[in-house]
């Protein structure tokens, strides 16, 4: 496999001898760890999982709690039984028949509860070691990495094991979900590494296909590999282990209407953009190879085409400054072009062997410290709206690669402790979710926050919930925006959203090479919050299951159809087109369709 235009191939999947000896033996030392037979620990495993219940829950502890109980019962008469052991030894005793069922062990054993509190199970998997389109001066080059990746970040750790094998990937993420006790029938895949459109688009196609084998053949030992990704694809609607939404990541310059249709074709539903400066000049001096409007461009076409848009910002650049990174950073809703869904924000780290490192050798780049960066993000964060989420402050780069500036891994830990000493809070969507919260249906308010774009008026449509009722409002605005529009009051949680989108003419954007959705509304994404919970169950009080995606997507109908729309289309990903179905929306080419007088 080689990139256009680079001359390197590359290997689709590493053999095992392609992988350094290293990465085989922490794998399997991690093997040996993992290995547990419950049945031979089934007495005190039902003891524990009798008296777990027990305790109340204004009294339970999640570190304490669960240890002194483990305490009274050691395994094999000297060390703690790891929730990876209870959640097995759980599960063994329901099958048995030895246990019933009981949602709050099985809340109180599951471990890292934040990795699915959102509703969906993240499975992130990374494309093969290759070359790169571009030549930032502060992207690390790891010969056994994707450009830009390093090869003892967690996720790349993983996929090198793998050997970047996107089937071994998938399933194993999978399986590690369910082996901690989080239901993964509900799976975002997230596929990184670079410029996925760099890549050809066999192995694009290819690497989609085995990935939506993995989903498939999780818990199904009938499934056979399927022939086309079209025939994977169509059986994942029904799958044990569904495809809720596709994300991949590429450069605002390789988006093109070709892209857009075989995004579409691969059932991509996001897409993460590199944006890293909306500033010409500091894009220039990082030899990005592209302007601000190639990012104008290609979120124009992204949208337009109904895709989720998660943008890429870099603070601390070269010839950036605090000031200019405040000035910056304001840009991104100010700009009726840009106003992301999400952000995800990466503090440029100083790394070896980059020109970045050569120039701060030369003392010509001087990182932010972590007072600086600290308070230039408290500062920026409570003016994010409310229809944007952040998903990350800092990059998971491991402190040692990092040669001068912030290598604190929990900063948006430190920047919301600012925030608080300050009197101030981030409404940002990640900072709202209900999460592992019980929702009363008498507590929900709908509200509708609408902003324009340059070719869109988007409408953020989401139930709050409010225990007074009472629901304040905010202008957001600034002097390059003459339209300011109502922003809820942020402070109050967040149980479901949808994203609406009325293209402001019939061949806006993307629309103009997409008949099939010419002049129709757009659903650009429904998301109930709450732990992901398994495929038609129910759970008192979860917001997943208090009709709240139906309800939105009633309203949405009915706000597009008094705005002159009598057809709404959703990007709809391959698992969630039974649910858009049951809905009243039927299958095109690339997008589900229906009537807004429905």
Not at 209 to 230: H, I, K, Q
């Amino acid at each position: 496999l080689c990139l256009p235009g680079q001359g390197i191939l590359m290997k689709r999947i590493l053999a095992r001898e392609d992988v350094p000896a290293e990465v085989h033996e922490i794998a399997e030392a991690w093997q040996k760890r993992a290995r547990f037979e419950p049945s031979r620990h089934a007495a005190a495993l039902h003891a524990i999982f009798q008296e777990i219940p027990r305790v109340a829950a204004n009294e339970w502890d999640s570190e304490r709690s669960l240890r002194s109980i483990l305490a009274r019962y050691p395994k094999e008469g000297k060390g703690f039984y790891s929730k990876v052991n209870l959640v097995a030894g759980y599960r063994h005793l329901i099958e048995e028949g030895d246990l019933d069922p009981d949602p709050v062990v099985m809340e109180r054993i599951r471990m890292k509860p934040m990795r699915t509190a959102s509703g969906v199970a993240p499975v992130t998997v990374l494309t093969a070691p290759a070359g790169c389109p571009a030549h930032c001066i502060f992207c690390p080059d790891d010969w056994r990495m994707p450009k830009s990746y390093i090869y003892d970040e967690p996720g790349a750790m993983r996929a090198e094991r793998d050997g970047f094998d996107p089937f071994r990937q998938t399933y194993g993420r999978i399986q590690s979900f369910e082996n901690i006790g989080h239901d993964a029938s509900k799976v975002e895949l997230l596929i990184l590494g670079g410029t996925w459109s760099a890549y050809s688009r066999d192995y694009r196609e290819w690497f989609v296909r085995r990935c939506f084998d993995a989903m498939n053949a999780v818990g199904d030992p009938s499934y056979t590999d399927a022939p086309s990704l079209e025939t994977a694809q169509q059986h994942n609607i029904t799958a044990a282990h569904r495809n809720v939404g596709l994300v991949i990541e590429t450069r605002p310059d390789w988006v093109t209407p070709d892209e857009i249709r075989h995004l579409r074709r691969l059932g991509v539903t996001k897409v993460q953009i590199g944006v890293q400066s909306l500033d010409d000049d500091i894009l220039a001096l990082n030899n990005r190879g592209h302007g601000v409007e190639a990012v104008r461009q290609a979120l124009g076409l992204l949208r337009t085409a109904g895709f989720k848009l998660h943008l890429h910002w870099m603070p601390n650049l070269h010839g950036a400054t605090p000031e200019s990174d405040r000035v910056d950073f304001a840009r991104f809703f100010s700009d009726p072009a840009i106003r992301p869904d999400e952000l995800k924000i990466y503090p440029c780290s100083l790394i070896a062997d980059t020109e970045l490192y050569n120039l701060w050798e030369k003392g010509e780049y001087h990182p932010y410290n972590e007072a600086e960066l600290v308070a230039i993000l408290a500062d920026i964060k409570p003016t994010i709206p409310a229809y944007t989420r952040v998903n990350r402050l800092f990059r998971d780069i491991p402190a040692h690669h990092i040669r001068a500036g912030v290598t604190a891994s929990n900063l948006r830990e430190i920047v919301h402790a600012e925030l608080a000493r300050r009197g101030q809070h981030c409404g940002c969507i990640r900072c709202r979710e209900v999460r592992r919260q019980s929702v009363r249906e008498e507590e929900l308010r709908l509200l509708d926050t609408v902003y324009e774009t340059d070719l869109t008026i988007e409408h953020f449509l989401h139930f709050v919930v409010a225990e007074n009722g009472d629901i304040g409002y905010q202008l957001l605005g600034s002097d390059e925006d003459d339209a300011q529009y109502p922003i809820p009051n942020t402070q109050y949680p967040l149980a479901a959203f949808l994203r609406l989108s009325l293209p402001k003419t019939a061949d806006a954007g993307s629309r103009a090479f997409l008949d099939e959705i010419r002049g129709n509304a757009m659903i650009r994404e429904v998301h109930v919050y709450g732990p992901a919970l398994a495929l038609g169950k129910d759970e008192p009080g979860a917001a997943q299951h208090v009709g709240l995606g139906s309800r939105l997507l009633a309203e949405a109908r009915r706000i597009s159809r008094e705005a002159g729309f009598e057809r709404i289309s959703v990007i709809a990903a391959t698992g969630t087109r039974d649910y858009y179905a049951n809905r009243g929306f039927t299958q095109g080419e690339l997008y589900m369709t229906g009537r807004t007088n429905l």
